[in-house]
Structure formats: structure tokens, C-alpha cells
């Protein structure tokens, strides 16, 4: 029985996921329904709205962010990324590529949420109006930015940090106020937490829910933020991508 | 005057390492300052021991490795800066890797048609299944087909844009010997007809003899000998012979101590 054990204590150093699920896990769970529950004691009468819209939007950011980190790694679990780097085309183009997919995916995603939120729940995601497509647009440059973050580790250190794709995600997600407003926080994580777009992109889409306006200066705020890190990202990746090449480990993936 | 596809000159390859060396860095040298070149039409075999450079040497061909110090020119163009324009007529196969698992083989094939922008794709696909004989796998998944039919579907991925230059690392690997005639014979006769020039990495010494025209042996990153496989059987044997024998050449060099070329 020790000798069973004792592999799985090793696994658990060496694996991040099986790490995430002894600390990572509980711990964000418990931040999330945490602050959730909080909300609830100050519920408004568009508690409910408010849910499937955050989740709606929650899911397009989660689906685009780790779609792309996840797509790159099928050609490493396949072991087919060599043959891919050895086409004409270039890494660049490889996680364009994976960008559209993941864009197009969300899409028919969000069409099926959209029809079965209106069915079950009465909720119409156009009631969002044009302001849907801005937070759309700010959902999407902020995953791709993450899914682009998450494949330059990926290439860096291994697939070794590939459970990072789901696991960035999902520890941000109670600081990200998809399910609550951000006046739920400590003074002091508010102060944080609005470095994240998602916060304004959120607090927007319960505004405009609540009032049927557009929340101009959050929409900006949320671009403003997303082209940092966008540009952030772009520079990680070019960076760790020159670091592979010159080591060669890209060809061990 | 034969023209040259590639030429490969001063091409050298570091790597960092863990181990220190007496100058206190810590760098393994993978492929150091070989130069060679590749004339239209000509195999190349590349043989040398494990970790001796081999794949390190077409991995800075292919551009997915850069080089150190050195230039790699292919069809006259700089590896380096025109490497878009180069790899849309040289490919690539290697037993240590797949085609999409989850993928029909037709499905695998045509993803990499578009990858290479190969012109009336459904038709070269056709035509190199058959001469491969994998027409009646082209609706299996990738994960469903032996080892055996595995490498000629990589094969086949490696012919689809009719390379001028085709880089084969152990294209063969563990297959038994029935199949690999067969893909010896069948590639030599493809490369016959097209006149494309190809490098081959083997292990299996009987694969170069009958492939390779020329063979380039290296060793701790270095070139340690090179001619055809019988000059080299001569060379460095000492014996005069009609017939090559280059696994005896292979634990010769390997086991020598002397400088290289």
C-alpha cells in the first residue's frame, strides 16, 4: 500500500493538475461560492438575469482561452507537431490558425446557449444589444491573449505546464465578478482586480442589464487593458519562442 | 557541372548543458562546423551513432532549429530568410512522429496539402495512396493503422508536395524487413522518376547501401568521413572489396579516436 502511495505522492510533485486538485481547486471553489453567497444577501431583483448572462459570457471567455492552449497540445499528444513545423508554415500562422478555430467554435457555442437560455430560462442574450458586441470583442482579444500566454509556456517549459490552459482560467475566475458585482470585494482586492478586463467587461454587461445603456467607459477601459495585454502577450511569446529555437527543445515537444 | 540543392557551410549547433565544462560553461556542442552539399538528384545517407548530431543537422535544415553559427542554403536561397518559400518544395517524415491520431488518413493528408498548398489535392492523394498501396485505408483513423501502414501514410504525407529536397530521419524505424524493402524500392523508384534529392538517417546500414549514393558520417557533431558506401567500405576498411560493407565502416568510425575530416 505505501509503495501505491508513494508513486502517487511523486505524481502529485511532478503533475500540476494533480497539485491543482489538492490546493488550487478547493481553494478557488470555496472564493467563488464564497463571494457568490455574499451577493445573494444583497441580491437585486435581477439576481438571476445577472447569472446566465456572467455565465454566458463566462463560457465564451473559457472556451476561446483555453481552446487554443488545448488545440496546440492535441499536435503534441499526437506527435504531430514536428510535421507541423516542418511545413512552410509558421508558428505564428499555427496559432492563427488555432485563434479562428477557437473563435469559430465559441460562436456556435454561444448560438446553442443563446436559443437554450431563451427556451428554458426566458433570458435573451440580445437584450444585450449593441452592447454585446463590445463585450464580445473584449471576451475574445482578452482569451486570445491568455491561449497565447498559455502556448508560449507550452513550448517553453513542455507540456508539463499544459494544465495551466484550464487552470489560469478557473483560479481567476472568482476575481474576474462574472457572477457578482465588484463592491462584493475587500476594499483592497477591488483595487486589483480591475487591472482584469473581464471586470469591467462584467460590471458593464450588468449595467447595461439593469439599465439598457451601454457603459462606454468600462467597455474602453476593458480595450485599453486588453491591448496591454495583448501586446504582453505577443512579446512573451516571441520571446520564449527565440529561447526554443536557439535551444532546440521545440523539436522535443 | 552537377547544381547544387543544398549546401550546408560551417554549420555549428550548441546547446546549454548541466555538465560544466573545464571553462566553466555549460554547453554540449550537437553539430560543430560541418559543411557539406547536396547535388539535384543525389541520396544522402547521414549516419553517425546515437546523439551524434544527425537529427539536430536536419532540424537546422528544416529551419525548426537555428543554427549557432554557419548558413544552410537550399535551391540557392538563404535558409534562414527565405524559409517559406524554401519548405513549399522540400518535406520531411520521421517514424518518431504522427499524423493527426484522431484523423482519417485522408482527412491527415489533406490538412497537410493545404499546409503545403499542394495543388488539386484529392487527385496527389489518390495517386500516392495507391502507389503505396493504403487505398483501402483511407477512411481508417490514424490510431487504427500498424506501425507498418503508419510510416507509408508518413511517407505518403512526405511526397504530397513533390519535394525537390526530402529529409527522411529514420523513415523505417522497427519495421520488419519485408516492409522496408518494400518502401526502399518504392521510394527509390519515386525518386527515379521525380529526380528529387534526399537525405536518409538510418540505423539499419543494409537501408543505406541500397539508397544512398553518397554517405556522410558524423560523429560528436563532426563530419568523420564521406564518399559513396563502397568507397568508404575501401577507405576505411583497407580492403579492396566490390561489395560495401558499411556496418563494419559504422563500428570502425565509431570506435576511432581520430580527428575528423
Redesign the interface.
Known sequence: MWGIALRHIFLTMHQLERFADLFIFPIVGLLLWGFLSQSVAFASSNLAVFFIGGLILWTMFERVGTGIGIDFM??I??????????????LVEHIGGLVWVSIIKVIISIAAMWLIAALFYGFNLGSLGSSLVFLWANIVIFAVSLGIFNVALIIRYGHILGPLTWIIPFAIQPFTAAFYPVSIFPPYVQKIVYFLPLVHVFEGMRYTLSTGKLDLVRLETAFVLNIFYFVLAIAFFSYMFSIV????T??KL | MTTKLLEVENLTKKFPSSVKTSEGKGEFTAVDDISFSVSAGEIVGLLGPNGAGKSTTINCLLGVIKPDSGSVTVFGMDLQKKRTEIMQKVNYCSAEYNLPWHLTVYEALLVFCHLYSVKNAKERISELLGLFELEDLRNKAVRELSFGQRARANLVKSLLNRPRLLLLDEPMASMDPDIVDKGIKLLKKIQKENGMSIIYTSHNMWEIEQVASNVIFINHGKVMAQGSPLELTKQELKLETKEPDLREVFIRLTRRKEKPL
Open positions: 492535441w499536435d499528444w499526437e506527435r504531430n507537431l514536428m510535421n507541423v513545423l516542418a511545413s512552410p508554415i509558421t529555437r536557439k535551444r532546440g521545440v523539436a
